[in-house]
Nanobody, 122 residues
Framework: QVQLVESGGGSVQSGGSLRLTCVSSRVTYSMAWFRQVPGKEREGVAGLDTDGRKRYNDLVRGRFTISHDTAKNTLYLQMNGLKAEDTAMYYC???????????????????WGQGTQVTVSS
């Protein structure tokens, strides 16, 4: 079992920044951030693996940066230039995803955190 605990969410004005943090109970090969708005499907935001591969949703590329501190078993999501449409519950996910193009596929992940809310006001 892997426990994931997210933090760092909050309320910010459009154009602002937040950094999300996800602490994992142990190292996993792949980790990612997803987000979900009520009434909509959960979507992949950014993912990475221990081989250094990263993948971003086109909606956030250039604004968000995913990173991982292996020594701390911690995943980060630096979010800059936030927009109202980034408002969502953000979830951390972990598992083993063998193909880079699947890093943002929800069904590839086994472990999930409880989520942290991000609200961006325009």
């Amino acid at each position: 079992q892997v426990q994931l605990v997210e933090s760092g969410g909050g309320s910010v004005q459009s154009g602002g920044s937040l950094r999300l943090t996800c602490v994992s109970s142990r190292v996993t090969y792949s980790m990612a951030w997803f987000r979900q708005v009520p009434g909509k499907e959960r979507e992949g935001v950014a993912g990475l693996d221990t081989d250094g591969r990263k993948r971003y949703n086109d909606l956030v590329r250039g604004r968000f940066t995913i990173s991982h501190d292996t020594a701390k078993n911690t995943l980060y999501l630096q979010m800059n230039g936030l927009k109202a449409e980034d408002t969502a519950m953000y979830y951390c996910a972990a598992g083993r995803v063998d193909m880079e193009w699947l890093l943002l596929e929800e069904t590839e992940y086994t472990y999930w955190g409880q989520g942290t809310q991000v609200t961006v006001s325009s």
